[in-house]
Structure formats: C-alpha cells, structure tokens
C-alpha cells in the first residue's frame, strides 16, 4: 500500500479548514482595537458576508470558486472575533458596570470557600438598585465577604450586598502571577468586598430550581463526605480528592509546590488520564457482563453517560473536556466498527470547546492539554521506534516512558515560556506517580461505589500509605541536585522559533526530508545565539527592586546569581511575600538568599546600605538623618519630612504601599514642589532598576 504524502494526510482532517482560521484568529483578536461601534460593525458585516457567501456557493464558475472560498476564511475571522469579545463589558450594554450604584443582587454560580474568616466565590449580578428601583443586568463578578460565622452559603443562593464594584488589579510586580488575566478568561473583570451586614442572603427557595451544575457539585460533595471518614490525614484527603475529583484547594503550597519541581503536576488537575483510568475501569466492569443481544447498545450509554457525568463533577475544565470529547469518538468508532483518528478528533474536541468557551485559547491548561495530546499522537511512535522491545513487561515500561518523552517535546517550550523552569528527572517522577495514581484512583472509585464500611476501611488504609508513597518519592526527587531547572521565561521570538525548529526535525524525520533539517538547524541556531546574547547582556548585571506588597515593605538587591532582601515580612517563605516577588527571587539567584527582618509593626527607622547606594526607610520624624541616594516614606510620614529630606538630600523618594492613597497624594505634590523625584507605589507597579545607578 503506497504511504500517504504529508499533504494527503492533511486532507483527511476536514476540520483543519475551520480550526486554523479561527485558532489564529482568536489568538490575535485580544490585540485589536474595540469599542461597542467596531463590535456592532463586526455582528453586521459577520452576517452580510455569511449571506454573500451562501449565495456564492449556489453559483457556479469562478464566482462560486474564489466568492465562496474567500467568504468562508473571511467569515471565519469575523466570527471569531464575535466570539472572542462578546462577553466583555465594552461591547455588552446590560453588564452591571455601566450602571452607577452601590446595590446589587447577585447569584453565586460556585462553591463558595472559606479561608480564615474570608468566603471567596465568583457571581453572576443578575440586577441592581438604582434609585431606589430594580434593573435587571448581565456579568459576572468575584466577591469576597467578611464573616465570623461558618460558611452557610452555597451554589445557587441569590445574595443582595452593597459596596464599591472596582476593577480586578493587575499584576504589580515582575513575574507576578497575572490574576486578572486568569479572571478574564473567565469573563470576571470587577469584584468587590463586603463585611458582614452589607450583604444578606436573599429566600433560598427561589434559587432550588434544577441546575445541572448544582447537582454536580452536590455529588461530588456526597463522594467526598463518603470518601473523608475511611482517610485519616487532612493532607491525604486533599490529594486524594484532587486525584478522583480535581479538588485541590486543601492541599498544602509545599505539597503543590512539589508535584509542580518534578514535573507532576497534571495528576492534581482531572484531565485525560484520569478519564482513560475512569473508561478502562468501566470497560473492565462492562466486559464481564454477558450483555443479551438486544442490549448491545446498552455499554455505550452508559460508558457515555458515566464519563460525561465525571467531567461535569470534576468542573469540565479544558483537559478534562477534550479527553471526554475524544474518548466519546473512540466509543463511537468501535460500536460502529469505524475508523479512528486521534488527530481529526482532537482537532474536533479544541473546536467545541472554543466555541463554547472562546477565551480558553489563552489558558495554560488548555494549550498544555492539547499540545501534550498532539506531542503524544505524533512523537511516541518515533519514541517507539528507537527502543523495538519484545518481552510484554519491557514493553510496558518502553510505552509509558515513550508517552512521558513525546507529552513533554512539546510541552517544554511553553512551560518555560509561562513558568520558566524545567523538571530534570520527570521521567523518573512520571514512572513513580501514575501506577501508584492510578491505584489510588481505581481504589476511589471501589471505595465511592462500595456499601461495605470494612472493606471501605482497608481500602482506605491502601490509598492512604500509596499517596504516602508517592509524596515520598516526590520530596526525595525535589531534594536531589538539580531537581529544578529554573530560567529567565523565553520570549515569543524563541518561543516561535523552537516549534519551528521541532516541527521541521519531526517532518525531516517522518518524511525523510532533508531541506529540513537544516531548516531545524537553522532555527536552532538562531535560538543559541538570542540565548548566548541574552546571558551575556544579564552577567554581573546589578538588580534593585522595591516590591509592591501593598502594607508591608519588601526591598531586593541581586547580583552574580547571589541576593539579599530586606523585608518587613517575618520570612521569606510568607506567603505575601511569595506570591508578589518570589518567583523572580527565585529566578534571580542560584545560592540561598540572605534575608534581613525589619520590623514593621513599630515606627522606626533604617539606614539600608547597598552596593549602589544608601537606602533610608522613613516611617516616623527624628531631628537628623545621615545622607542617602533613595528615601521610602512609609506609614503616612508627612509632618517633618521636609526637614528630613533637606538632611538627607535624595536623588529619589519612593511612596509605599503602607500609605493611603489620600496622603500620597499630598506628599507627591510637596516633592514636586521641592524638585525631588518621586515613585507612587500605591496602586503601581514596583520599582524596578537594571544596570543604570540611581
């Protein structure tokens, strides 16, 4: 049989047509201009062009040809920048925004969790008061309510609550998780913070209507209140809950923190495996079972049926949605005896999943899912390839390592294009962890369905000491010598250029083709070299940062891979202080950073000094100062400052986050009319210095 060309097996993925306009498309679309005018403009020419192509398509000869060829990639481009931008409150009249109130009524679309004596969940605002009357709108909104008592909300409630909507803050700091960003795709742009009394809950029995994601949640709460008692530590449970059900908000930063160094992270997040572990666990049930004739339709329901219910408990993220959406077509295909393509039907399950949701292009999740997917289908034959093993123990251990290597070709790019870091021995990590995963997934599922209480006892022993095993073995590999292989994030030009680069290997490969190799060497090239550049440009550079962590003060100097930061925080490892600066601390330094405590309770000054410069943190007036090159005010220091400044004569003061808005402001205008250079660090970004002296 004559192999089929590269060409000829694009043709066989009709899906192609569609998904690559409209991929691209969606892409590019948060870079173009928008207003509700260029939105209504784009809706209008969308349908006009949809009509003129119709009609293109009835005819005949060249107009239909190029009409309806070039209409059809035309509309598509349209159509996804519909998509893209439909929900966001520049181009949609009812949102809430665009009313001037301080009264909302609100619906909570999910469960709400409760941290200290915070309830934190996003809600749909269905209307507001407005002068005293109820108009009804549209959006969504992340609220954060103070309360002493014990979280009684849940999915579904209707709340009325009062306060100031203000927009999600972005990142202040340099590789700072983007929280914004994170929100929007989930078109969450505003939030709001209410104390008890400004908020109540609203008659229950209007919001116990049907709702299929209130049902979910309430099973996979009745799985997990089933599962607790058979579970004996806190930290067991929660991991064994994100491995059933993709419930990972208990699970302690050190453990998360782990399973992310050694390249596992994925077991924690439901996604394709733990659907393929859920579908040969019902294919193994279902087969022995002597199924009548009439009755042969019945394995596919229901395998049908149980894996959609699973993604919808587990909260049909990407990952899990496109693994349902494929397994469905391998169902499909073997009950009617047809062919199957991995590729076409990956290509299908990315295309439902971003007309339903448009802006799941830029989540992390997805991307990864669906490169590791495609690494997978395209890269473990070759895998294969080289390491031919025959005994069927081997053969195994040569599959699971070939499916490790060929998810994570693919993936690395992107992984240190987001994160920057590298897992050195995931391959070890991935072979210790999906055996032992999969039992404790198997022993979940046993145990969920399971009405005996002993025997739910032993099996709970088992799953406790094999999740045992597995953070055993995870912390020993994260304490090994380069465990973690942690850079400065690539740019979009190496990012660019090292899937080129790939992909030109792998065709060269596949199809025996020379010219591309070396246009892969090429690439390579060209990717050593903007590395090779970039390091020498970073080398003995000089690093001064003053960190926006909002009440409290956090200063940074680095340089030659070695760092010392001086911090009110009481560690380094506070929280605060890792969320808004330690990834670049981290990044910043190859040997263990020196920290200094500064006090930030009591009002007291300091004298930092610095290779660049004196440094002096103001918090209260005295009567003399030494001189020194930057001043931060703190704590709303304004009676005396003058006096201070002239002793101290400054090149730059910076205003912290520790001062209110209100005052910073009347400090600002004082600086300005002294000619002294100032940084507002309220609401702004850090203050970042490279290479230049102050």
Same mark, same amino acid.
């Given at each position: 049989?004559?192999?089929?060309?590269?060409?000829?097996?694009?043709?066989?993925?009709?899906?192609? +047509?569609?998904?690559?306009?409209?991929?691209?498309?969606?892409?590019?679309?948060? !870079?173009?201009?928008?207003? *509700?005018?260029?939105?209504?403009?784009?809706?209008?020419?969308?349908?006009?062009?949809?009509?003129?192509?119709?009609?293109?398509?009835?005819? =005949?000869?060249?107009?239909?040809?190029?009409?309806?060829?070039?209409?059809?990639?035309?509309?598509? /481009?349209?159509?996804?920048?519909?998509?893209?931008?439909? $929900?966001?409150?520049?181009?949609?009249?009812?949102?809430?925004?665009?009313?001037?109130?301080?009264?909302?009524?609100?619906?909570?679309?999910?469960?709400?969790?409760?941290?200290?004596?915070?309830?934190?969940?996003?809600?749909?605002?269905?209307?507001?008061?407005?002068? !005293?009357?109820? /108009?009804?709108?549209?959006?969504?909104?992340?609220?954060? &309510? +103070?309360?002493?008592? +014990?979280?009684?909300?849940?999915?579904? %409630?209707?709340?009325?609550?009062?306060?100031?909507?203000?927009?999600?803050?972005?990142?202040?700091?340099?590789?700072?998780?983007?929280?914004?960003?994170?929100?929007?795709?989930?078109?969450?742009?505003?939030?709001?913070?209410?104390?008890?009394?400004?908020? =109540?809950?609203?008659?229950?029995?209007?919001?116990?209507?049907?709702?299929?994601? !209130?049902?979910?949640?309430?099973?996979?709460?009745?799985?997990?209140?089933?599962?607790?008692?058979?579970?004996?530590?806190?930290?067991?449970?929660?991991?064994?809950?994100?491995?059933?059900?993709?419930?990972?908000?208990?699970?302690?930063?050190?453990?998360?923190?782990?399973?992310?160094?050694?390249?596992?992270?994925?077991?924690?997040?439901?996604?394709?495996?733990?659907?393929?572990?859920?579908?040969?666990?019902?294919?193994?049930?279902?087969?022995?079972?002597?199924?009548?004739?009439? &009755?042969?339709?019945?394995?596919?329901?229901?395998?049908?049926?149980?894996?959609?219910?699973?993604?919808?408990?587990?909260?049909?993220?990407?990952?899990?949605?496109?693994?349902?959406?494929?397994?469905?077509?391998?169902?499909?295909?073997?009950?009617? +005896?047809?062919?199957?393509?991995?590729?076409?039907?990956?290509?299908?399950?990315?295309? *439902?999943? #971003?007309?339903?949701?448009?802006?799941?292009?830029?989540?992390?999740?997805?991307?990864?899912?669906?490169?590791?997917?495609? !690494?997978?289908?395209?890269?473990?034959?070759?895998?294969?390839?080289?390491?031919?093993?025959?005994?069927?123990?081997?053969? *195994?251990?040569?599959?699971?390592?070939?499916?490790?290597?060929?998810?994570?070709?693919?993936?690395?790019?992107?992984?240190?294009?987001?994160?920057?870091?590298?897992?050195?021995?995931?391959?070890?990590?991935?072979?210790?962890?999906?055996?032992?995963?999969?039992?404790?997934?198997?022993?979940?599922?046993?145990?969920?369905?399971?009405?005996?209480?002993?025997?739910?006892?032993?099996?709970?022993? #088992?799953? $406790?000491?094999?999740?045992?095993?597995?953070?055993?073995?995870?912390?020993?590999?994260?304490?090994?010598?380069?465990?973690?292989?942690?850079?400065?994030?690539?740019?979009?030009?190496?990012?660019?250029?090292?899937?080129?680069?790939?992909?030109?290997?792998?065709?060269?490969?596949?199809?025996?083709?020379?010219?591309? /190799?070396?246009?892969?060497?090429?690439?390579?090239?060209?990717?050593?070299?903007?590395?090779?550049?970039?390091?020498?440009?970073?080398?003995?550079?000089?690093?001064?940062?003053?960190?926006?962590?909002?009440?409290?003060?956090?200063?940074?100097?680095?340089?030659?891979?070695?760092?010392?930061?001086?911090?009110?925080?009481?560690?380094?490892?506070?929280?605060?202080?890792?969320?808004?600066?330690?990834? $670049?601390?981290?990044?910043?330094?190859?040997?263990?950073?020196?920290?200094?405590?500064?006090?930030?309770?009591?009002?007291?000054?300091?004298?930092?000094?610095?290779?660049?410069?004196?440094?002096?943190? &103001?918090?209260?007036?005295?009567?003399?100062?030494?001189?020194? %090159?930057?001043?931060?005010?703190?704590?709303?220091?304004?009676?005396?400052?003058?006096?201070?400044?002239?002793?101290?004569?400054?090149? *730059?003061?910076?205003?912290?986050?520790?001062?209110?808005?209100?005052?910073?402001?009347?400090?600002?205008?004082?600086? %300005?009319?002294?000619?002294?250079?100032?940084?507002?660090?309220?609401?702004?970004?850090?203050?970042?210095?490279?290479?230049?002296?102050?």
């Amino acid at each position: 049989m004559k192999k089929l060309s590269f060409l000829q097996r694009l043709e066989r993925l009709p899906t192609l +047509k569609l998904a690559v306009p409209y991929l691209v498309t969606l892409l590019l679309a948060p !870079g173009l201009p928008m207003s *509700l005018h260029i939105f209504q403009c784009v809706q209008q020419l969308l349908v006009v062009l949809v009509l003129i192509t119709f009609c293109c398509y009835l005819l =005949k000869g060249r107009i239909r040809r190029y009409g309806y060829i070039y209409g059809y990639y035309v509309s598509v /481009v349209l159509f996804g920048i519909f998509q893209f931008w439909r $929900e966001d409150p520049l181009v949609t009249i009812s949102h809430f925004s665009h009313i001037m109130t301080d009264s909302y009524v609100v619906k909570i679309i999910e469960e709400p969790k409760m941290k200290r004596d915070i309830i934190r969940f996003s809600a749909e605002v269905v209307g507001a008061y407005q002068k !005293g009357e109820f /108009v009804e709108t549209t959006g969504r909104l992340m609220l954060s &309510l +103070k309360s002493s008592q +014990k979280n009684s909300l849940q999915f579904g %409630d209707l709340l009325w609550l009062k306060g100031q909507v203000k927009e999600i803050a972005p990142p202040f700091n340099p590789m700072e998780f983007d929280y914004r960003q994170y929100l929007k795709r989930q078109h969450i742009y505003h939030e709001i913070f209410a104390v008890f009394g400004r908020y =109540k809950l609203i008659n229950r029995k209007e919001t116990t209507a049907f709702s299929l994601t !209130g049902l979910a949640l309430q099973t996979r709460r009745y799985f997990l209140v089933k599962l607790r008692p058979h579970i004996k530590r806190d930290e067991h449970f929660a991991i064994a809950s994100a491995l059933l059900y993709g419930s990972r908000s208990d699970i302690s930063a050190e453990s998360i923190q782990v399973f992310t160094n050694t390249g596992t992270i994925h077991v924690l997040s439901v996604s394709g495996m733990h659907v393929a572990v859920l579908f040969g666990f019902l294919s193994l049930i279902f087969k022995r079972i002597a199924w009548p004739s009439y &009755l042969r339709w019945l394995p596919l329901i229901l395998l049908w049926s149980m894996i959609w219910i699973y993604a919808f408990i587990a909260g049909l993220d990407p990952p899990i949605t496109r693994a349902a959406i494929m397994i469905s077509f391998v169902l499909c295909a073997q009950h009617f +005896k047809r062919s199957f393509s991995t590729l076409n039907s990956l290509i299908i399950a990315a295309l *439902l999943i #971003l007309l339903v949701v448009p802006r799941a292009v830029v989540d992390v999740g997805f991307q990864l899912s669906f490169l590791a997917v495609l !690494g997978m289908t395209i890269c473990s034959p070759l895998v294969e390839g080289f390491l031919p093993v025959k005994r069927p123990i081997l053969r *195994l251990l040569r599959d699971a390592l070939a499916v490790s290597i060929a998810a994570q070709i693919l993936t690395t790019p992107l992984s240190l294009y987001y994160f920057g870091q590298f897992p050195t021995y995931f391959l070890i990590a991935n072979v210790l962890v999906d055996l032992p995963s999969t039992l404790v997934m198997y022993l979940g599922f046993i145990m969920t369905i399971n009405p005996m209480q002993g025997l739910n006892d032993l099996l709970g022993f #088992l799953l $406790e000491h094999l999740i045992a095993f597995i953070l055993y073995c995870l912390k020993f590999i994260d304490h090994l010598a380069f465990s973690t292989i942690k850079v400065e994030p690539m740019g979009l030009e190496l990012l660019f250029l090292t899937y080129f680069a790939l992909f030109s290997f792998l065709y060269a490969f596949q199809w025996k083709d020379k010219k591309y /190799v070396w246009l892969g060497g090429c690439c390579t090239i060209g990717i050593l070299l903007i590395t090779a550049q970039k390091c020498l440009e970073n080398k003995d550079v000089e690093r001064f940062r003053v960190y926006n962590t909002k009440h409290e003060l956090t200063i940074g100097y680095f340089k030659g891979g070695r760092g010392i930061v001086y911090s009110t925080f009481d560690s380094l490892q506070a929280s605060g202080l890792q969320y808004s600066c330690g990834r $670049e601390i981290q990044l910043l330094t190859s040997e263990k950073v020196q920290f200094v405590a500064l006090n930030g309770r009591e009002r007291k000054n300091y004298l930092v000094t610095l290779p660049l410069g004196n440094i002096a943190i &103001l918090c209260h007036a005295v009567e003399t100062m030494p001189q020194a %090159d930057l001043v931060i005010v703190r704590k709303n220091l304004l009676n005396g400052l003058p006096h201070l400044l002239k002793q101290i004569r400054p090149k *730059l003061v910076i205003l912290d986050g520790s001062n209110s808005m209100e005052k910073s402001r009347h400090i600002q205008r004082m600086l %300005d009319s002294l000619g002294i250079q100032n940084y507002l660090m309220k609401d702004n970004f850090a203050y970042v210095w490279d290479k230049e002296n102050l």
